[in-house]
């Protein structure tokens, strides 16, 4: 795999820099600053009026990192399998497993209650800039300005839920350029509908990760319920009848997590430098880890496969994305761009006198965080992560107990307001199992590593191990603890602060341990490191606005964004690649390969084989601009009907946190006539297709689900 991931990512060094204004089908967009100037210019359209409105309030951020929509009036959602994976794996047994076998509930009453999700619809957005940037005063150090912004954001989001109800927050855009406040309904009754086995839905496996031709039904449908009942949504997207060709312009709207391509190239060159080779180090060796721990028995394999899945993905996405962070042509073109603007800056005696030192400002950030970054990357950064559901759960028992006893504006942002704290409660009190031989095995790999990275005669690494090796130590915290029992955590959190400083349980005393430690790299990490980007960036930023305009896309923040392109294919070593695969594709994908795992064909689709028409198209990509967490966005035509799902990016695109090349950047989906060919012809969930098409005029009837 490694041979086949570093000669693919050889295309990457072709990659053009990105400047900061977009061209082509760049960009991810917020809804309150559309593409519209482009979409007119480069495709003659012109967004009709509520159109904005309709796809964003269609739309869903799930709390597992991904995307959905809504397409049904009855609350449907659709999303990826590996968006759903997480509940999938949840909610499955030994005897049940509902990632390797699917599940499809034909009525209502069989509908399955999900343990601990969250789902998110954007209902509007606020520019708080003004008030955000006046909390900070001339005269400030870098610590007051830390708390200035921290109390200021922390009283508007209080204030905004109080007269809203809804869940709110103040995002950042441009690195501290502008803030915007945006306000969600939050549904927590959600209910699973339809996944179909792992086998279709991760055809190809790792191999075939963020390659193409794909051969993927990585789909997933979810229910929304509120009080008891499915919701009656008013907005939710309908399914293009005929769904999409050659050449159409698509629109992705999705929750894109994170990109730094507006990072200056000293931020840059830390990544390069430190961040990443940390970072990929602990993603190999946690790899290596949970094979080998999945290799021990066939229940491991079931119950650690969920993180393996996980850690793989990560570690081959930030392979592409090191790729370009290590190519020289890349960084000359940043470098190149950065210095222009920076002259033009130069040239201006005002704009000198007001924003030349951005630049500066966040080398500064940068040097102060190389002195710590070992250290506060060892404790998982400022959130102090250990490994394992249990440690995390023992962390937010001690901080949540801890932070409830302030004044809400002095509060840590993810316990500042009674929605967050709703949040950390909907994952601190979930029903779901947790499984012994897996924590341990979590548990021991990151004591491990902390022993690696710090040196094992380091202070606090002696503390937590306790004089005992790393395995050995994690078996007598996850041995020792009771909080495996949700009712001992709920009588930990009601007993409050009183009831955390008596536990003796082994967890609770060791979160108790680090918690100083790790609040205060935290605290140095926002003022040192953080305050002093803001205070860059924002510089930063004016400076491009004055110079670019402002009809610029910011970083993605997993909010709510616009991305467009059009259906098209590509060239790769020489070979023209279609945009479109078909089901005939992927049995003879799977016979080029003696239909051996991971391209062995699941049973229900060799009976099915017949059935189906073999030119149904499959799989297609676009120039759509996406990232990580876009998965589960839908794929919508001009008329904001769904003609996809996007579930992954071509092995081109996985630089695309920091930057973007039409050429051969392309977004993966699944595309919405295999769906429904696939609904009707292998799993006999005809009932489900009549709801999402509309053949059933007006949904599925339901009743009480599990």
Request: hydrophobic share 35%.
């Given at each position: 795999?490694?041979?086949i991931?570093?000669?693919?990512?050889?295309?990457?060094?072709a990659?053009s820099?990105?400047?900061?204004?977009?061209?082509?089908?760049?960009?991810?967009?917020?809804?309150?600053?559309?593409?519209?100037?482009?979409?007119k210019?480069?495709?003659?359209?012109?967004?009709?009026?509520?159109?904005?409105?309709?796809?964003?309030?269609?739309?869903?951020?799930i709390?597992s990192?991904?995307?959905?929509?809504?397409?049904?009036?009855?609350?449907?959602?659709?999303?990826?399998?590996?968006?759903?994976?997480?509940?999938?794996?949840?909610?499955s047994?030994?005897?049940?497993?509902?990632?390797?076998?699917?599940?499809?509930?034909?009525?209502?009453?069989?509908?399955w209650?999900?343990?601990?999700?969250?789902?998110?619809?954007?209902?509007?957005?606020?520019?708080?800039?003004?008030?955000?940037?006046?909390?900070?005063?001339?005269?400030?150090?870098?610590?007051?300005?830390?708390?200035?912004?921290?109390?200021?954001?922390?009283?508007?989001?209080?204030?905004?839920?109080?007269?809203?109800?809804?869940?709110?927050?103040?995002?950042t855009?441009?690195?501290?350029?502008?803030y915007?406040?945006?306000?969600?309904?939050?549904?927590?009754?959600?209910r699973?509908?339809?996944?179909?086995?792992?086998?279709?839905?991760?055809?190809?496996?790792?191999?075939?990760?963020?390659?193409?031709?794909?051969?993927?039904?990585?789909?997933c449908?979810?229910?929304?319920?509120?009080d008891?009942?499915p919701?009656?949504?008013?907005?939710?997207?309908?399914?293009?009848?005929?769904?999409?060709?050659?050449?159409?312009?698509?629109?992705?709207?999705?929750?894109?997590?994170?990109?730094?391509?507006?990072?200056?190239?000293?931020h840059l060159?830390?990544?390069?430098?430190?961040?990443?080779p940390?970072?990929?180090?602990?993603?190999?060796?946690?790899?290596?880890?949970?094979?080998?721990?999945?290799?021990?028995?066939?229940?491991?394999?079931?119950?650690?496969?969920?993180?393996?899945?996980?850690?793989?993905?990560s570690?081959?996405?930030?392979?592409?994305?090191?790729?370009?962070?290590?190519?020289?042509?890349?960084m000359a073109?940043k470098?190149?761009?950065?210095q222009?603007?920076?002259?033009?800056?130069?040239?201006?005696?005002?704009?000198?006198?007001?924003?030349?030192?951005?630049?500066?400002?966040?080398?500064?950030?940068?040097?102060?965080?190389?002195?710590f970054?070992?250290?506060?990357?060892t404790f998982?950064?400022?959130?102090?992560?250990?490994?394992?559901q249990?440690?995390?759960?023992?962390?937010?028992?001690?901080?949540?107990?801890?932070?409830?006893?302030?004044?809400a504006?002095?509060?840590?942002?993810?316990?500042?307001?009674d929605?967050?704290?709703?949040?950390i409660?909907?994952?601190?009190f979930?029903?779901?199992?947790?499984?012994?031989?897996?924590?341990?095995?979590?548990?021991?790999?990151?004591?491990?590593?902390?022993?690696?990275?710090?040196?094992?005669?380091?202070?606090?690494?002696?503390?937590?191990?306790?004089?005992?090796a790393?395995?050995?130590?994690?078996?007598e915290?996850?041995r020792?603890?009771k909080?495996?029992?949700?009712?001992?955590?709920?009588?930990?959190a009601?007993?409050?602060?009183?009831?955390?400083?008596?536990?003796?349980?082994?967890?609770?005393?060791?979160?108790?341990?680090?918690?100083?430690?790790?609040?205060?790299?935290?605290?140095?990490?926002?003022?040192?490191?953080?305050?002093r980007?803001?205070?860059?960036?924002?510089?930063?930023?004016?400076?491009?606005?004055?110079?670019?305009?402002?009809?610029?896309?910011?970083?993605?923040?997993?909010t709510?964004?616009?991305?467009y392109?059009?259906?098209?294919?590509?060239?790769?070593?020489?070979?023209?690649?279609?945009?479109?695969?078909?089901?005939?594709?992927?049995?003879?994908?799977?016979?080029?390969?003696?239909n051996?795992?991971?391209?062995?064909?699941?049973?229900?689709?060799?009976e099915?084989?017949?059935?189906l028409?073999?030119?149904?198209?499959?799989?297609?990509?676009?120039?759509?601009?996406?990232?990580?967490?876009?998965?589960?966005?839908?794929?919508?035509?001009?008329?904001?009907?769904?003609?996809?799902?996007?579930?992954?990016?071509?092995?081109?695109?996985?630089?695309?946190d920091?930057?973007?090349d039409?050429?051969?950047?392309?977004?993966v989906?699944?595309?919405?006539?295999?769906m429904i060919?696939?609904?009707?012809?292998?799993?006999?969930?005809?009932?489900?297709?009549?709801?999402?098409?509309?053949?059933?005029?007006?949904?599925?009837?339901?009743?009480?689900?599990?």
């Amino acid at each position: 795999m490694k041979s086949i991931l570093l000669t693919s990512c050889a295309a990457l060094f072709a990659l053009s820099f990105v400047p900061s204004t977009a061209s082509a089908d760049e960009g991810m967009w917020p809804f309150n600053k559309p593409p519209a100037k482009q979409l007119k210019s480069r495709y003659g359209f012109d967004i009709p009026d509520g159109w904005l409105e309709h796809v964003q309030k269609s739309c869903v951020r799930i709390s597992s990192g991904g995307s959905g929509s809504i397409v049904s009036p009855n609350g449907l959602v659709m999303t990826n399998h590996h968006v759903g994976r997480d509940m999938l794996h949840k909610m499955s047994t030994a005897d049940h497993d509902f990632v390797k076998n699917g599940f499809y509930a034909k009525t209502g009453a069989e509908e399955w209650k999900c343990p601990d999700i969250k789902m998110n619809v954007l209902w509007s957005i606020e520019d708080v800039t003004d008030r955000v940037k006046g909390a900070v005063t001339t005269g400030m150090s870098l610590a007051q300005e830390n708390d200035a912004r921290k109390k200021v954001t922390n009283e508007i989001t209080a204030e905004s839920e109080k007269a809203t109800g809804l869940e709110s927050q103040v995002v950042t855009l441009y690195q501290g350029g502008k803030y915007n406040l945006y306000r969600f309904k939050r549904y927590t009754d959600v209910r699973l509908v339809m996944a179909p086995e792992a086998g279709i839905a991760f055809f190809g496996g790792d191999p075939d990760n963020f390659e193409y031709p794909r051969f993927d039904l990585d789909m997933c449908f979810f229910r929304i319920y509120e009080d008891g009942k499915p919701i009656h949504a008013e907005h939710y997207l309908h399914w293009a009848r005929n769904g999409c060709a050659d050449g159409d312009l698509v629109f992705v709207p999705g929750h894109p997590g994170r990109t730094e391509r507006l990072n200056t190239v000293d931020h840059l060159e830390f990544m390069r430098d430190e961040e990443y080779p940390l970072s990929m180090r602990s993603l190999w060796r946690r790899e290596v880890q949970l094979a080998t721990f999945m290799g021990r028995s066939t229940e491991n394999r079931r119950v650690a496969e969920d993180d393996f899945f996980g850690v793989q993905n990560s570690r081959k996405a930030r392979t592409g994305i090191f790729a370009g962070l290590q190519d020289p042509a890349f960084m000359a073109r940043k470098k190149s761009d950065e210095q222009k603007l920076r002259a033009a800056v130069d040239a201006n005696p005002e704009w000198k006198k007001q924003w030349a030192d951005g630049w500066d400002t966040i080398k500064q950030a940068k040097e102060a965080q190389k002195e710590f970054w070992v250290r506060y990357y060892t404790f998982g950064g400022g959130g102090m992560a250990l490994g394992g559901q249990l440690f995390a759960k023992a962390k937010d028992l001690v901080r949540m107990t801890d932070e409830k006893a302030k004044p809400a504006q002095d509060r840590l942002p993810e316990y500042s307001s009674d929605t967050a704290l709703k949040n950390i409660e909907l994952a601190l009190f979930s029903p779901a199992p947790i499984y012994p031989a897996l924590e341990i095995e979590a548990l021991s790999s990151r004591l491990q590593l902390m022993g690696e990275l710090l040196g094992c005669d380091d202070p606090t690494v002696v503390k937590v191990l306790g004089g005992k090796a790393p395995h050995e130590r994690a078996e007598e915290l996850v041995r020792g603890t009771k909080l495996l029992d949700v009712a001992e955590r709920k009588r930990l959190a009601e007993g409050g602060k009183s009831a955390i400083d008596a536990s003796q349980d082994p967890l609770i005393s060791l979160a108790r341990l680090l918690d100083p430690e790790v609040r205060a790299l935290r605290k140095r990490y926002e003022e040192e490191v953080g305050s002093r980007e803001q205070q860059g960036y924002a510089k930063v930023a004016a400076a491009s606005f004055a110079v670019n305009g402002e009809d610029q896309y910011p970083d993605a923040t997993f909010t709510l964004r616009l991305s467009y392109g059009t259906v098209k294919g590509y060239t790769q070593d020489a070979v023209d690649i279609p945009p479109f695969t078909n089901f005939a594709g992927l049995y003879k994908h799977a016979e080029e390969r003696e239909n051996k795992d991971p391209f062995e064909i699941p049973p229900r689709w060799k009976e099915a084989r017949e059935k189906l028409n073999p030119n149904t198209p499959f799989n297609f990509v676009s120039t759509c601009d996406i990232i990580g967490g876009n998965s589960g966005s839908p794929v919508v035509n001009k008329a904001g009907e769904v003609v996809g799902l996007i579930f992954d990016g071509n092995i081109q695109s996985l630089v695309g946190d920091i930057g973007y090349d039409e050429k051969l950047n392309r977004a993966v989906s699944v595309d919405s006539r295999a769906m429904i060919e696939a609904m009707r012809k292998v799993y006999d969930a005809g009932a489900l297709a009549d709801e999402i098409t509309g053949a059933d005029k007006g949904g599925s009837s339901t009743s009480n689900g599990r």
